[in-house]
């Protein structure tokens, strides 16, 4: 008989004629649910060594990422010069912003995002260029994989080294005058004027990007329907209907990835024009970028000023690329 802190279960005939009892006596705390594993030293363990190993990354965000954009923002509020705290730093409350947005700088900063997107010239010149060299390398032919290599050296080349070698070029007594006196013609200011400025820098970036390009379109290319191309040549299409209504729309998503990381690029320049045309800028100043601009104002020891122009930089990539985003999505959901 069972008790009263038991439970009486019945037990089926099979258990009966085995000579066991009819009831089976089983306490409640048995059904009182799963028991919950407890954590493991060992697991425990194991969790303290992943977080050691992810330390570093951790505290490298934190000190040369998190806590730099945080003094940068505070920064914009003091006139810190960088060799005392930024606490003890005199306040400027709202001067550094008014020295970008209509202040004595203004002009600068406002002319050097002009300077910027005349460098970004290169951006549609390098897509247009880099998807008919790809159409031409994308073809069986002797040799072919050869001067993909060669295209593509330029991109993994010291940008200094090449530019240091684009200064010798084109200086006033460099080969490419001595080139032009040659032939009767009169040199040219490549690094001394504007217009000159422009060829030159819009020359280098295009010449360097070029090759990473035409990788990605010969990439993207591998996937274009043949199927539909010979159609197209059954049907009658010329080379042109073929690029244009097939090959184009297949790499959409190759050209608008390429040309937002490049614009993104572009707007970030620096490196390029600074060696070329060193500390001067040039006349007017026409080789100061956005970047060099925060460049100029950090030389000289204005870190507030140099905070304004990052971030009215930063929000300005951000909106452009929301925008192109935008776009992209709406044509997405067209089709």
């Known amino acids: 008989m069972a008790t009263e802190n038991e439970l009486s279960v019945p037990v089926s005939e099979e258990t ?3 000579g066991n009892l009819g009831e089976v006596s089983v306490s409640p705390k048995a059904e009182t649910g799963p028991i919950k594993p407890q954590k493991s030293y060992l697991r425990r363990g194991e969790n303290l060594i992943g977080w050691l190993y992810i330390s570093p990354m951790i505290v490298g965000i934190l000190v040369f990422t998190a806590i730099p954009l945080v003094m940068s923002v505070m920064a ?12 003890e730093s005199p306040p400027a409350k709202f001067d550094n912003l008014k020295s970008v947005f209509g202040g004595l700088n203004s002009d600068l900063y406002w002319k050097s995002i002009l300077h910027t997107l005349v460098f970004a010239i290169q951006l549609p010149i390098g897509l247009v260029l880099g998807l008919f060299l790809a159409l031409g390398m994308n073809r069986d032919m002797h040799g072919v994989q050869a001067f993909r290599v060669i295209y593509y050296l330029p991109g993994v080349m010291s940008i200094v080294a090449i530019s240091i070698v684009w200064q010798n070029m084109f200086a006033g007594d460099g080969y490419i005058n001595s080139f032009l006196t040659s032939l009767g013609m009169k040199p040219f200011g490549w690094l001394t004027t504007k217009a000159g400025i422009g060829i030159t820098v819009n ?13 990605m379109f010969i990439a993207g290319l591998q996937s274009v329907s043949t199927d539909q191309i010979e159609a197209a040549k059954i049907d009658g299409a010329s080379g042109w209907t073929i690029l244009l ?13 390429l040309f937002v990381t ?6 970030q320049m620096f490196n390029e024009p600074f060696i070329l045309l060193g500390d001067g800028y040039g006349p007017d100043n026409f080789g100061m970028t956005t970047v060099g601009f925060v460049y100029y104002f950090f030389g000289e020891k204005r870190l507030g000023i140099a905070s304004v122009g990052a971030w009215v930089l930063a929000v300005l990539i951000f909106i452009i690329t929301a925008i192109q985003m935008y776009v992209d ?3 997405q959901e067209a089709e």
């Open 203 to 215: 020359l280098l970036l295009v010449w360097k990007g070029v090759g990473y390009t035409t990788l």
């Open 329 to 331: 999505k709406k044509k």
């Open 16 to 18: 009966l004629s085995e």
């Open 245 to 257: 209504k097939i090959t184009v729309p297949a790499l959409y998503p190759i050209i608008f990835y």
């Open 262 to 267: 490049g614009l993104m690029g572009a707007l």
């Open 76 to 87: 914009i509020f003091y006139n810190w010069n960088g060799i005392v705290g930024l606490i």
